[in-house]
């Protein structure tokens, strides 16, 4: 009666894929089903089991690693407030504007850099939208070039750290792993700042080159700009705009990785951090503060309501065998590790084309994680892998949310297919990547260079 998990595991990705709210169609559809079954085949399930549901919610509740979600949502929407993004693109863009393409190539470093400051993909790609999309049109950017430039760097909030994303699925590997050995929040985010950093590299290298075999498509900024910008206080001013946040980062990061605060505490630090920089910057008010607030405790209540339904969902799953069948299933198959880890990769791949990040950590990844711990697979390196492929859930037509995000805040001129056209290079930079990181593994075990250092 295995087969019953996989029915239901269908019947709520269906679901979800007709638009249906997720946190509900986790929950409602898994206790209607397990419902169902308990009254047509007691000896499958049976409605007691629903006893240790209350005990794994309050352990979700009270789990102190997910602690970190609001004040890194807290800390991103408050640097959103705080005016940073603007000032570090008029200095980047000015410091590299003498290089065709600079302009390009300032948005990406940017993206890099309120990535390690914010960690929330949707406020980085507005944010970067509102501010540099005009830019770039008006001095004669491509309209592909610049919509896939912003898409594509507005995402590195995914994988470089600290990220949200690392941290809602570090935790659900090891919730899912069932005693196997667990991932640690601060050495995924170590593992996954490298091959971030080769992503950003990546993105910069490709501008380069499109610029330069096509000179139309990125043009350098005038000379006489330049001048003007560098005159007076222009030390000064690139010390103000990029010492503080590089300042919060290494603050953040840095006692993460040094082991002195945890993720949590670090995430505590970085709240604390951007607040100091908006009075900094003479933005804050308790106007903003309130927006803050409200709009973090949406996003945290967004995500956790999906981790409640996700957590029993989980509990009717595992009940019904539909783990152990998924195991014996893959075993029997006779797949190798690097056989089922590509599968795994094709299938989260395609998911992200019509599916969320969040719907794809909280549905897939609870059911593969015992099947990598059965082939006896290195978790970290797993969960590295699958947050880079998650990032491109953001890009990929024709739901990709950075997408939707950048359109929504577009100058009219600039059409859906071309934000589309735009946004394929950087997808075939990130399989790049992701496939980087499959065959020289040894990429993520780069931050013992760092911690040392």
């Given at each position: 009666m295995?087969?019953l998990?996989?029915?239901?595991?269908a019947?709520?990705?269906?679901?979800?894929?007709?638009?249906?709210p997720?946190?509900?169609?986790?929950?409602?559809?898994?206790?209607?089903?397990?419902?169902a079954?308990?009254?047509?085949?007691?000896?499958v399930?049976?409605?007691?089991?629903f006893?240790?549901?209350?005990?794994?919610?309050m352990?979700?509740?009270?789990?102190?690693?997910?602690?970190?979600v609001?004040l890194?949502?807290?800390?991103?929407?408050?640097?959103?407030?705080?005016?940073?993004?603007?000032?570090?693109?008029?200095?980047?863009?000015?410091?590299?504007?003498?290089?065709?393409?600079?302009?390009?190539?300032?948005?990406?470093?940017?993206?890099?850099?309120l990535?390690?400051?914010?960690g929330?993909?949707?406020?980085?790609v507005?944010?970067?939208g509102?501010?540099?999309?005009?830019?770039?049109?008006?001095?004669?950017?491509?309209?592909e070039?610049?919509?896939?430039?912003?898409?594509?760097?507005?995402t590195?909030?995914?994988?470089i750290?600290?990220?949200?994303?690392?941290v809602?699925l570090a935790?659900?590997?090891n919730?899912?792993?069932?005693?196997a050995?667990?991932?640690?929040?601060?050495?995924?985010f170590?593992?996954?700042?490298?091959?971030?950093l080769i992503l950003?590299?990546?993105y910069i290298?490709?501008?380069l080159?499109k610029?330069y075999m096509?000179?139309?498509d990125?043009?350098?900024?005038?000379?006489?700009?330049?001048?003007?910008?560098?005159?007076e206080?222009?030390v000064?001013?690139?010390?103000?705009?990029?010492?503080?946040?590089?300042?919060?980062?290494?603050?953040?990061?840095g006692s993460?990785?040094?082991?002195?605060?945890?993720?949590?505490?670090?995430?505590?630090?970085g709240?604390?951090?951007?607040?100091?920089?908006?009075?900094?910057?003479?933005?804050?008010?308790?106007?903003?503060l309130?927006?803050?607030?409200?709009?973090?405790?949406?996003?945290?209540?967004?995500?956790?309501?999906?981790?409640?339904?996700?957590t029993?969902?989980?509990?009717?799953?595992?009940?019904?065998g539909?783990?152990?069948?998924l195991?014996?299933?893959i075993?029997?198959?006779?797949?190798?590790?690097?056989m089922?880890?590509l599968?795994?990769?094709?299938v989260i791949?395609?998911?992200?084309f019509?599916?969320?990040?969040?719907?794809?950590?909280?549905?897939?990844?609870?059911?593969?994680?015992?099947?990598?711990?059965?082939?006896?697979?290195d978790?970290?390196?797993v969960?590295?892998?699958i947050?880079?492929?998650?990032?491109?859930?953001f890009?990929?037509?024709?739901?990709?949310?950075?997408?939707?995000?950048?359109?929504?805040?577009?100058?009219e001129?600039v059409?859906?297919?071309?934000i589309?056209?735009?946004?394929?290079?950087?997808?075939i930079?990130q399989?790049?990547?992701?496939?980087i990181?499959v065959?020289?593994?040894?990429?993520i075990?780069?931050?013992?260079?760092?911690?040392?250092?």
């Amino acid at each position: 009666m295995e087969y019953l998990a996989i029915v239901l595991f269908a019947i709520i990705f269906i679901l979800i894929l007709r638009g249906y709210p997720v946190a509900f169609t986790l929950g409602g559809i898994s206790v209607a089903f397990a419902f169902a079954v308990s009254i047509f085949a007691p000896e499958v399930f049976q409605m007691s089991t629903f006893y240790l549901l209350p005990s794994r919610i309050m352990g979700v509740v009270n789990n102190y690693v997910l602690m970190a979600v609001p004040l890194f949502v807290f800390m991103g929407i408050m640097l959103e407030k705080s005016g940073l993004a603007q000032s570090l693109l008029e200095t980047m863009a000015m410091m590299f504007g003498q290089v065709r393409g600079g302009l390009a190539i300032s948005v990406v470093i940017v993206g890099a850099l309120l990535a390690a400051s914010t960690g929330i993909v949707g406020a980085t790609v507005v944010t970067m939208g509102l501010i540099s999309l005009p830019t770039m049109l008006k001095r004669g950017y491509k309209t592909e070039l610049a919509t896939g430039v912003i898409a594509s760097s507005g995402t590195l909030g995914q994988i470089i750290p600290p990220s949200i994303v690392l941290v809602l699925l570090a935790d659900t590997i090891n919730s899912s792993s069932r005693g196997a050995a667990s991932v640690d929040v601060g050495a995924l985010f170590s593992a996954a700042l490298f091959p971030g950093l080769i992503l950003v590299g990546l993105y910069i290298l490709y501008i380069l080159i499109k610029s330069y075999m096509h000179k139309e498509d990125a043009p350098s900024i005038p000379p006489e700009e330049i001048r003007e910008f560098r005159g007076e206080n222009f030390v000064p001013k690139i010390l103000k705009v990029l010492f503080l946040p590089i300042l919060l980062i290494v603050l953040v990061l840095g006692s993460i990785f040094t082991g002195v605060a945890s993720p949590t505490e670090a995430s505590a630090i970085g709240a604390i951090g951007a607040t100091v920089l908006t009075i900094i910057q003479k933005k804050f008010s308790f106007k903003i503060l309130k927006e803050v607030a409200q709009e973090t405790t949406k996003l945290t209540t967004m995500v956790f309501f999906i981790l409640l339904g996700a957590t029993t969902f989980t509990l009717v799953f595992r009940t019904l065998g539909g783990d152990a069948y998924l195991q014996e299933l893959i075993l029997s198959s006779n797949l190798t590790p690097l056989m089922f880890l590509l599968l795994v990769m094709v299938v989260i791949f395609i998911a992200g084309f019509f599916i969320d990040f969040i719907e794809i950590v909280f549905i897939i990844v609870p059911v593969v994680t015992p099947v990598f711990n059965a082939l006896g697979m290195d978790m970290l390196w797993v969960g590295v892998l699958i947050a880079l492929n998650l990032q491109t859930s953001f890009l990929t037509p024709p739901f990709g949310f950075a997408l939707f995000y950048l359109k929504g805040v577009a100058p009219e001129r600039v059409k859906t297919s071309q934000i589309y056209r735009g946004i394929i290079p950087f997808i075939i930079i990130q399989l790049i990547i992701v496939g980087i990181v499959v065959f020289f593994p040894e990429l993520i075990f780069f931050k013992i260079n760092i911690t040392l250092f």
